[in-house]
């Protein structure tokens, strides 16, 4: 029986030590994972194996308290402020970047809509055909402005990495559209 705590040691022992020496070959391979760095000194070594082999068979609260200091801010960016639309008139937006972002916000209002006016607000995104020859403009989200709700506040999961807006005037319509989104990660 003593043969065999011998025997088990060694092997641990072995393969701490292979461990510990693969970083000094300069054959690291991966990137750097906050997960994985135990004792949190920005390095993944042999440090961490103890740390781990401390708590290891312990249990508790899985959730990790982790505050990120570099995540990026998403601000309210102005798509169109006040632009005026004629009857039948149309207008389709810049193209933006939407990548990494989890969900689109956008505000609406159609400024003093008679009750037969109505703007169309349409949001687009650029994607891949079934064949992957071309990007085919995909409708992902409409909704109409008007007397009754002329304004609107859309929500909705960001669709790709780009999208683009759409805006159409009925044929009475005479009137202003405000239009503006911002972008958050969740």
């Known amino acids: ?94 193209l933006y970047n939407a990548s990494g972002f989890g969900h689109l916000h956008v505000l609406t209002c159609g400024e003093n809509l008679s009750v037969t006016e109505t703007l169309t607000v349409k949001i687009f995104s650029p994607l891949w055909n079934p064949s992957h020859t071309a990007y085919n403009s995909v409708e992902v989200y409409q909704v109409d402005l008007t007397s009754l709700s002329y304004s609107a506040a859309i929500t909705i999961p960001v669709p790709s990495e780009e999208f683009f807006f759409y805006v159409y005037a009925s044929s009475s319509t005479y009137d202003n559209i405000n239009l503006s989104f911002y972008l958050t990660w969740a």
């Open 1 to 94: 029986m003593n043969r065999k705590y011998v025997l088990t040691a060694t092997m641990i022992s072995v393969v701490l030590l292979t461990v510990a020496f693969i970083p000094l070959s300069g054959q690291q391979s991966g990137s750097y994972d906050p997960w994985i760095d135990y004792n949190e000194d920005g390095t993944v070594d042999v440090n961490d194996l103890s740390t781990l082999g401390q708590a290891y068979a312990s249990s508790g609260d899985p959730a990790k308290n982790v505050t990120v200091t570099n995540w990026p801010v998403s601000p309210p960016t102005t798509v169109w402020f006040s632009y005026s639309l004629t009857p039948n008139d149309w207008m389709y937006s810049a």
